[in-house]
């Protein structure tokens, strides 16, 4: 049973929402700006505890708030199915704003573009898949998070 005072109707912006499902792919540098710029906006991130606990969480410290934490699957590979509840009930403790963008972020962009997609299925949203996710894509020498990603080296947001 949803609560009507977090979900009232689905609120996408059809504008905004792509053919594939959700309102598109943003770089981790406009989506802290845009969690700067409005302070009802969520980051979720959709990754494993044990990527939480050995690789490391999003830092929203500088904005007075924690990004929420929800498994798309759970490690190694089994998949969350209540991962849409989970969601909406972090979204409940928030005092989420319907029609408020989530941003979802994952180790490289794979399972927030499909968290982002089943948000808006939903009736979430505005969605947002953080494209290059919390690590990025591996570099010339085989590491992640060096050249892009959340945790890139150099970033306002991350912590030396």
């Known amino acids: 049973m949803r609560d009507e005072t977090v979900m009232t109707a689905p609120h996408r912006n059809d ?38 606990n050995f690789v490391g969480v999003p830092n929203l410290a500088p904005l007075g708030r924690d990004a929420l934490f929800c498994e798309w699957q759970h490690f190694p590979s089994a998949p969350n199915r209540e991962f849409v509840q989970e969601v909406i009930d972090a979204l409940k ?37 953080v494209a290059e996710g919390f690590e990025g894509r591996l570099d010339s020498e085989g590491h992640r998070g060096k050249k892009e990603g959340w945790k890139a080296p150099g970033l306002p947001w991350v912590q030396g």
Not at 22 to 33: I, K, M
Not at 39 to 46: C, E, G, K, S, W
Not at 105 to 128: D, K
């Open 93 to 129: 403790q928030t005092g989420y704003r319907p029609g408020a963008p989530l941003f979802f972020l994952c180790r490289s962009g794979g399972r927030s573009r499909a968290a982002a997609i089943a948000m808006t299925e939903a009736g979430y949203g505005p969605c947002f898949n």
């Open 15 to 52: 504008a905004a929402s792509s053919a594939a499902g959700y309102a598109g792919d943003v770089p981790p540098g406009e989506t802290w700006n845009r969690l700067v710029r409005d302070a009802a906006a969520q980051l979720v991130d959709v990754r494993t505890s044990a990527e939480w």
